[in-house]
């Protein structure tokens, strides 16, 4: 089945203790993004991709970091969280490398809550 | 450089129409509808590339002005399975980051 995942789906941590958000696709697809969703905000922009180790900064990018060593994978790596962090996390991808020049695929989402 | 989505939230009865504004101040390359469900991932709707663009399937449809600035949602003869979050997300010219709109929650009641 064609998807995207992402793991954990729920976690809970504290100030400071290093995370990695993992997001994996089995479809092939060129570009991949990082967003996180908060109340009245929207969707907002992390970091994205468009090939493997080639990545650029979203609209939000600070206290994050991003790596594409394989086309599969995208994971999201919190250094040093803070509880401004706490926020439901969306990893994306597409087909197309031109960012939006088509549709994007949704993971299930990771809620976290940093203490 | 987000999207200006309106209105914020809609309450309708099964049956009824609605319209779903996203726009923007500069073209746009790109606008994707998606909807979400509480608690769950967006889900794609459409996408619009073309100045003047309609397209759509079933009863929602969506289009795309002229100047690519602006794109509308229309959702017509509203079913309960159409409650949730509709985002427009946007891609403008000569830069490659992708933004979303504030959200407009759509309540659809019998």
């Known amino acids: 089945e064609a998807q995207v995942t992402q793991n954990p789906r729920y976690l809970i941590t504290v100030t400071g203790k290093k995370l990695t958000v993992t997001c994996s696709q089995n479809?092939?697809?060129?570009?991949m993004s990082w967003y996180r969703q908060d109340p009245g905000l929207g969707l907002r922009q992390i970091y994205y991709s468009m090939n493997v180790e080639v990545t650029d900064k979203g609209d939000v990018p600070e206290g994050y970091k991003v790596s594409r060593k394989e086309k599969r994978n995208f994971p999201l790596i919190l250094e040093s969280p803070s509880p401004n962090q706490t926020s439901l996390y969306f990893c994306?991808?597409?087909?197309?490398?031109?960012?939006?020049?088509?549709?994007?695929?949704f993971g299930p989402g990771t809620r976290l809550t940093v203490l | 450089q987000q999207p200006v989505q309106s209105p914020q939230a809609v309450i309708l009865r099964e049956g009824e129409d609605a319209v779903i504004n996203c726009s923007s101040s500069k073209a746009l390359y790109s606008v994707h509808w998606y909807r979400q469900k509480h608690g769950e991932a967006p889900v794609f709707l459409m996408i619009?590339?073309?100045?003047?663009e309609q397209k759509g399937h079933d009863k929602i449809s969506a289009s795309f002005n002229e100047k690519k600035q602006q794109s509308s949602l229309y959702l017509t003869a509203s079913q309960l399975s159409y409650s949730g979050t509709y985002f427009c997300g946007t891609k403008k010219y000569n830069f490659n980051k992708f933004y979303f709109g504030s959200g407009t929650k759509l309540n659809v009641k019998p």
């Open positions: 479809m092939n697809h060129e570009y």
């Open positions: 619009l590339l073309k100045g003047g």
């Open positions: 994306a991808s597409s087909l197309s490398k031109t960012p939006g020049g088509d549709t994007q695929y």
